[in-house]
């Protein structure tokens, strides 16, 4: 019986090497693909503290909510209802967070230009405004959610909407990731919270 011979070591058989790294490049690229397109929420350990966020309103095109589960990096749990919206236009925009005994306080869109964002994902753990949606479906599958950024897993109860219009916006949140974000009149400081 003849043994096939060995590749020297150092040498790279380039085959194999593409056969191998080719399905992983791909599948990597799908997956920085879908959360730059905000299809999937980018992963990341929640710090130890919730937020405040006020507006007085928050207008947006494309709308899904399912529930999920925020971690922090000690493993704590956080339950969310994780808010997915294509087009957000936000007016008058507060958010407040407590570092220590010190609040940090966070405006934006205060003047005649809103805050925009797209492919906005809250994951909101209350929420009080007054509500308006229009062509809403409650109780789909959330792994079926095709309006807005993000899905749910199969069998979750989940909602959307063609266009979502909150006033007088009062949530409690543990994280929010954009494609992208723009705040115009920002201003940052120490001051009061938001609500």
């Known amino acids: 019986m003849s043994k096939t011979p060995e590749a020297p070591l150092g040498r790279v058989r380039w085959k194999r090497l593409a ?3 080719a399905p992983a490049t791909l599948g990597a690229g799908a997956l920085i693909f879908m959360t730059a397109q905000g299809t999937i929420a980018s992963s990341f350990a929640v710090s130890g503290s919730s937020f405040k966020v006020s507006a007085d309103s928050l207008d947006g095109n494309g709308f899904v909510q399912y529930g999920g589960v925020d971690h922090q990096g000690d493993g704590t749990k ?7 919206i294509t087009e957000a236009t936000i007016r008058n925009m507060c958010q407040s967070v407590k570092v ?22 809250l994951d909101v753990a209350q929420l009080d405004a007054d509500a308006v949606f229009r062509n809403i479906e409650i109780g789909r599958d959330a792994s079926t959610l095709d309006k807005g950024p ?3 897993a199969a069998g979750m109860f989940g909602q959307q909407a ?4 909150l006033k007088n916006v009062r949530q409690t949140a543990w994280a929010t990731t954009a494609g992208t974000f723009r705040l115009s009149d920002l201003s940052m400081k120490l001051g009061d919270e938001c609500f």
């Open 78 to 84: 956080h339950p969310v209802q994780v808010s997915g």
């Open 19 to 21: 056969a191998i790294a």
């Open 100 to 121: 220590g005994p010190f609040t940090l306080r966070l405006t934006a869109g205060t003047g005649k230009t809103p805050v925009t964002a797209e492919n906005l994902t």
């Open 162 to 165: 063609d266009e979502i219009h």
């Open 150 to 152: 993000g899905k749910g």
